[in-house]
């Protein structure tokens, strides 16, 4: 049974650059999270989806948008890049009790 | 706005010695979960608890939600190298927030 795939697991972008991460949730999960992660810190919020639509949504800018397909799979988009913009991005599905993580996407903006 | 805060955010112990890390929250939690990173890794998932003052064990590991369900803690006995990485708590209710984390350095 597979875990939550997230694609790709490393990016370098310019400033000013679009980026789109991608997540596969575990099967079976019908909800997707996805969270920043600055180095030396806890996993920041930044929005759900459930039912193709985002649930919840964190203290992050309008910069960052996503989208759940009807096969419960994700995206994250975030426009105009800033160097603060680097870090870890973690998708998270879950199906009621606990979130399963995936391996992330390493950031980078230059 | 809503705040989870961890304490310590680092803990060096001696192999053998307990551990023990404090989450607590500026308003009440539906309920709590405990994440274990390793370093270089992902949060993988540990533990819920719901009930006020709710206890709960796995094996070394003892997670305990307080009566007011605005904190709560886990404590390991008997550290081993096995326990090395951050420890969070995680707010799964309203705003999924995570505690800043305890990072966990165990001397062998």
């Known amino acids: 049974d597979a875990g939550v795939t997230q694609s790709p697991t490393h990016l370098i972008k310019t400033r000013g650059q679009q980026v789109t991460l991608r997540c596969s949730p575990k099967s079976g999960h019908d909800t997707v999270s996805w969270y920043q992660q600055a180095l030396g810190q806890g996993p920041q919020f930044i929005f759900q989806y459930y039912e193709e639509e985002e649930r919840q949504r964190g203290n992050f800018p309008d910069r960052f948008s996503g989208h759940q397909f009807p096969n419960y799979s994700s995206e994250l988009n975030v426009n105009a890049l800033l160097l603060g913009d680097s870090a870890l991005y973690l998708c998270?599905?879950?199906?009621?009790?606990?979130?399963?993580f995936g391996s992330g996407t390493r950031l980078t903006v230059v | 706005g809503q705040q989870v805060m961890q304490i310590p955010q680092y803990q060096h112990v001696q192999e053998g010695e307990d551990f023990t890390t404090y989450c607590n929250s500026s308003?009440?939690?539906?309920?709590i979960q405990w994440y274990k990173q390793r370093p270089g890794g992902h949060p993988v998932f540990l533990i819920q608890l719901v009930k006020s003052g709710e206890v709960k064990k796995q094996k070394r590991l003892t997670f305990q939600f307080g009566e007011a369900k605005k904190n709560s803690s886990l404590h390991i006995t008997a550290t081993q190298t096995t326990d090395v990485g951050t420890y969070f708590c995680?707010?799964?209710?309203?705003?999924?927030?995570f505690g800043g984390g305890t990072r966990l350095m165990v001397k062998p």
């Open positions: 995680h707010d799964a209710g309203n705003m999924l927030t």
């Open positions: 998270a599905s879950s199906l009621g009790l606990g979130y399963t």
């Open positions: 308003t009440t939690l539906s309920n």
